[in-house]
């Protein structure tokens, strides 16, 4: 199978050309870069190996044109929001589309244009998108050309919060409070990411309804409960990857862990990405590199207490990307994918 990367020399884009290099179904990679294309992937990324060959010309970045005259069967864009719709749409009718981006991950133009700043560049295309969160859309991945890969933070938050929310366990507002990797702003030079900014230093930024993500979590949580809302507030640490979120939620009426482990059984119990951890409170370290989403939770009083952690550029992007690709293509859903990580 062929498959091409848009934005290739991005944190996400390069992540996909490793993970595309290993993957057992993939034998030919068309890495597009719109700033370095003729360059070698290799010299923009040093650790990259490819003793398969699968990226044709000695392992040439690609300009756009050239990709599409190949028909990949799969376009993975891991381009920046209002660009990505723009440039990989002309790939809708001849290959499984899957975007990192935000532009087809909202159903109400309204709300794209009140956390964006814009319209959605395609929004005659929104319905035919599929929200790619694969453990609650896997029968829509299968048969969707255009598949909305979520946002690390919704990942995050909508795992644990989803089987809760089916539940009719919501009793008022939700507070979410996460920490992200630097990583999670992508690789482009500013002055507030540097290392001597960074490092030994955290933050809350964007709180309440002014980050984007807030809207993806809310649009996608209110198809369990309708009357959902969400107080957010991030935070960046001096990681350089790595995600947790602890969220609380006032129950509506009192519940038991053992009756929150069967939710959270039933709702993952064959989901090879999703580890449950019971009253354990997960850490960053241990998901590091791999494909989970780990979670666990506890009952403090009336609220309960729920934590989570995943790698944001593995199930937070790129995993989650080839996660979707094995469940759209008919492959293994862990093909390619590492559930152990790092030590
Ligand atoms: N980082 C994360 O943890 C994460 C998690 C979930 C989703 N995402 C989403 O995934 C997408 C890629 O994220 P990323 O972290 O890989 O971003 P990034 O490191 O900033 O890379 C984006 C790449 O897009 C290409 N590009 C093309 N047109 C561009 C333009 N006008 N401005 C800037 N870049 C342009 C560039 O690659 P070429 O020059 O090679 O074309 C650039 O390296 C974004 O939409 C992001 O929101 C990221």
């Known amino acids: 199978m062929k498959a091409a990367i848009l934005g290739t020399t991005g944190y996400t884009g390069l992540l996909l050309a490793r993970l595309l290099a290993d993957h057992p179904e993939v034998d030919q990679i068309l890495p597009v870069s719109s700033s370095k294309a003729g360059r070698k992937l290799s010299e923009v990324d040093p ?28 376009v993975f864009s891991a381009l920046p929001h209002l660009e990505s719709a723009r440039l990989c749409a002309p790939f809708l009718g001849k290959s499984v589309i899957i975007d990192l981006s935000a532009d087809f991950r909202l159903k109400s133009i309204e709300t794209f244009r009140a956390a964006y700043g814009s319209p959605p560049p395609r929004a005659d295309l929104l319905d035919q998108a599929v929200y790619g969160l694969t453990e609650w859309h896997r029968e829509a991945v299968r048969s969707s050309d255009l598949i ?28 979410v409070s996460s920490i992200s990797g630097i990583s999670g702003a992508g690789r482009k030079v500013k002055a507030e990411y540097l290392f001597c900014e960074r ?17 993806e979590m809310e649009e996608q949580l209110r ?16 990681l350089r990857k790595g995600m947790t ?29 999703v580890g449950l ?3 354990g409170i997960p850490q960053t370290a241990e998901v590091r590199g791999s494909n989970r989403c780990d979670i666990g939770w506890q009952i403090e009083g009336g609220t309960l207490l729920l ?14 990307a080839v996660q979707n690709m094995n469940v759209r293509m008919g492959f293994p859903e862990t093909s390619g994918l590492s559930l152990a990580g790092e030590i």
């Open 148 to 175: 909305a890969n979520p946002g690390c933070y919704p990942t995050s938050v909508l795992l644990p919060l989803l089987p809760v929310a089916r539940a009719g366990l919501i009793g008022g507002e939700i507070h």
């Open 307 to 320: 934590f989570s952690v995943l790698d944001n550029l593995m199930k937070g992007a790129s995993g989650q």
């Open 223 to 238: 198809g369990e409960a309708p009357e959902a809302s969400i107080l957010f507030v991030p935070h960046l640490a001096p």
């Open 47 to 74: 650790g990259f190996q490819d003793p398969k060959a699968k990226i044709p010309d000695e392992g040439t970045l690609q300009s756009l044109e050239t990709a599409q005259d190949q028909n990949p069967e799969v």
């Open 245 to 273: 979120s602890t969220i609380m939620v006032p129950l509506s009426r009192k519940v038991t862990e053992q009756e929150v482990a069967a939710l959270f059984d039933s709702a993952y119990g064959a989901a090879p990405f």
């Open 277 to 279: 951890r019971g009253s």
């Open 199 to 215: 490092s030994e230093n955290a933050c809350a930024y964007a709180p309440g309804k002014r980050h984007r993500h807030v809207s």
